[in-house]
């Protein structure tokens, strides 16, 4: 079974920090996402990374920037931490050409 | 970005009764998928629909591929209290593409 690991379930951060969530695949997938999901508008790309070091923005980029320097890792990055902020970020990966993306558990992200 | 309309926004049934939702888009898709989201947790893949007309179950779950490519819907027969959550659909134009993701429908069952 594909496994895919985000490093924090329930994060508190402070308005203006700077904030990493983390994202290990463990199948070897060249493709991996980042989302938000929020009440009553499902989930929301925000960037996703088609291979190392490679990053493709979404829907809704602002605020974020991604990094990818292994093939298992994908890091979003807010790189200053507003309250508009607070949500459930979801990661996932998938193979290169195969549709079906497979999630992690999410982290819910606080701003205060 | 664009969005499903999925419907129902919320559903609560009986245990033992038979469930129906549905997504709609205002494009045509290649692919429509259909998730399930357990509270507290990420969401869980239940059916691949990959062909028009396609009709694919999983248990007591039946998914369909709807003919215009345009729609798709889902059914769960029997209801139980674990099938408690939130479902989604999502679909995209190829297989490279991103995934569009519907609102979700929440799912109660009470006994």
């Known amino acids: 079974d594909v496994k895919v690991t985000q490093s924090s379930r329930y994060l508190v951060k402070r308005t203006g920090e700077k904030v990493f969530l983390e994202c290990v695949q463990d199948?070897?997938?060249?493709?991996m996402f980042w989302y938000r999901q929020d009440p009553g508008l499902g989930l929301r790309l925000i960037y996703f990374s088609y291979d190392v070091k490679m990053k493709e923005k979404g829907d809704i980029p602002e605020g974020y920037s991604v990094s990818r320097e292994k093939k298992e890792r994908f890091s979003l990055i807010l790189e200053s931490a507003s309250t508009n902020q607070t949500s459930m970020y979801l990661c996932?990966?998938?193979?290169?050409?195969?549709?079906?993306?497979?999630f992690g558990d999410g982290t819910r992200l606080s701003i205060l | 970005g664009q969005q499903l309309n999925q419907s129902p926004q919320s559903m609560f049934i009986q245990e033992g009764e038979d469930v129906s939702m549905n997504c709609t888009s205002s494009?045509?898709?290649?692919?429509w998928l259909w998730y399930k989201q357990d509270p507290g947790e990420g969401p869980v893949l239940l059916i691949a629909?990959?062909?028009?007309?396609e009709l694919t179950s999983n248990g007591r779950l039946t998914a369909q591929f709807g003919i215009t490519r345009k729609d798709s819907f889902l059914n769960i027969s029997a209801s139980i209290p674990s099938d408690v959550g939130i479902y989604f659909c999502a679909g995209n134009t190829g297989t490279a593409s991103k995934l569009t993701f519907g609102t979700g429908t929440r799912l109660q069952v009470t006994l």
């Open positions: 494009s045509i898709f290649n692919t």
């Open positions: 996932a990966s998938r193979q290169q050409g195969e549709q079906p993306q497979h």
């Open positions: 629909l990959y062909k028009a007309g």
């Open positions: 199948m070897d997938h060249e493709n």
